[in-house]
């Protein structure tokens, strides 16, 4: 997408995947790097941000989710 006089930069994310089709890593258009590592039952485990934010994924025995706690960097 451009801007309305067609000025700025085109934008663009680019997605890689893990050996079982899961969303490894989402680079946005500013470059930076979002990050997801999956538990043994394929539920999102945890995720780093561009800035470095870890967040940590909860789930109930069941596997619903119950939490998401946030490590600032």
């Known amino acids: 997408m451009d801007d309305a006089v067609g000025t700025d ?3 663009t994310t680019a997605y890689t995947y893990d050996n079982r089709s899961r ?3 989402v680079t946005d258009p500013e470059r930076g790097v979002t990050r997801a590592e999956y538990d043994q039952f394929g539920e999102v485990a945890w995720l780093i941000n561009p800035v470095g934010s870890v967040f ?3 789930y109930t025995e069941t596997r619903h989710q119950l939490a998401i ?3 600032l960097r």
């Open 9 to 11: 930069a085109p934008r």
């Open 56 to 58: 940590t994924y909860i």
């Open 23 to 25: 969303v490894y890593t």
């Open 69 to 71: 706690t946030e490590l």
